[in-house]
């Protein structure tokens, strides 16, 4: 099956500094990816699709200029967060579908910004 | 009115118990129906597919009914590693999903 590789699998980091969260897409190639946020206890909240070699599509509410999003390639996306502050702190998780196998997740990362 | 709902739980169940979670959703255009388990701290995994006409896979059988706009899991004989958090999944184009909120089962021996 599909396998999305995702790290770091959890980072800590300090208020006003900024992180990188790759997702790569290990045996297929994916020209969209989805990055979720999901906080304790809560659902997981679509927040942007990545589309290989064009600009991310940010759900309503998600500030695009301090999420970056970057698909360079087809086996990977980048998420960055710019400036973070602890209310940041989630689980951040990217899925990505070859077209055969649904839509598999990355193993997400836990984000902690003190 | 959430796009998906479910009922947050717990659902706390005996080992061999059978268990129903319902799911409700609000878009009527919706085309694809999915449950994912979700365990603490990991990323959720698929479990099934549902299908209009519905679907069984060993224990875990899935449900839709279009017409109230609600799909069902039904897990029998319950065993202490189903305890996790089940989310209801929701697609209108087979792309973008909208996750329930989850309802969290505990298997108690």
């Known amino acids: 099956g599909a396998v999305v590789s995702q790290h770091p699998s959890w980072v800590i980091c300090k208020s006003g500094t900024s992180v990188k969260i790759e997702c790569r897409s290990l045996d297929f190639q994916a020209t969209t990816m989805f990055w979720y946020r999901q906080f304790p206890k809560q659902s997981l909240m679509l927040m942007a699709t990545s589309n290989e070699g064009s600009k991310a599509t940010y759900e309503q509410g998600v500030e695009k200029d301090k999420f970056l999003i970057n698909h360079a390639s087809l086996t990977l996306s980048t998420l960055t967060v710019t400036s973070a502050h602890p209310e940041d702190s989630s689980f951040y998780i990217c899925?990505?579908?070859?077209?055969?196998?649904?839509?598999?997740f990355g193993s997400g990362t836990r984000l902690t910004v003190v | 009115r959430k796009e998906v709902e479910q009922d947050p739980g717990p659902f706390n169940v005996p080992e061999g118990a059978t268990v129903a979670f319902n799911c409700t959703y609000s878009?009527?255009?919706?085309?694809?129906f999915f449950w994912y388990r979700q365990d603490c701290r990991k990323e959720p995994k698929l479990l099934m597919s549902v299908y209009s006409s519905g679907n069984e896979d060993g224990r875990f059988t899935a449900q839709l009914n279009r017409a109230s706009q609600y799909i069902s899991l039904l897990i029998r004989d319950s065993k202490l590693s189903d305890s996790a958090t089940y989310l209801c999944v929701v697609s209108k184009d087979g792309q973008n999903f909208v996750f329930g909120p989850g309802t969290r089962l505990s298997v108690l021996p």
């Open positions: 878009n009527s255009a919706s085309q694809s």
């Open positions: 899925s990505a579908s070859d077209g055969n196998y649904g839509y598999t």
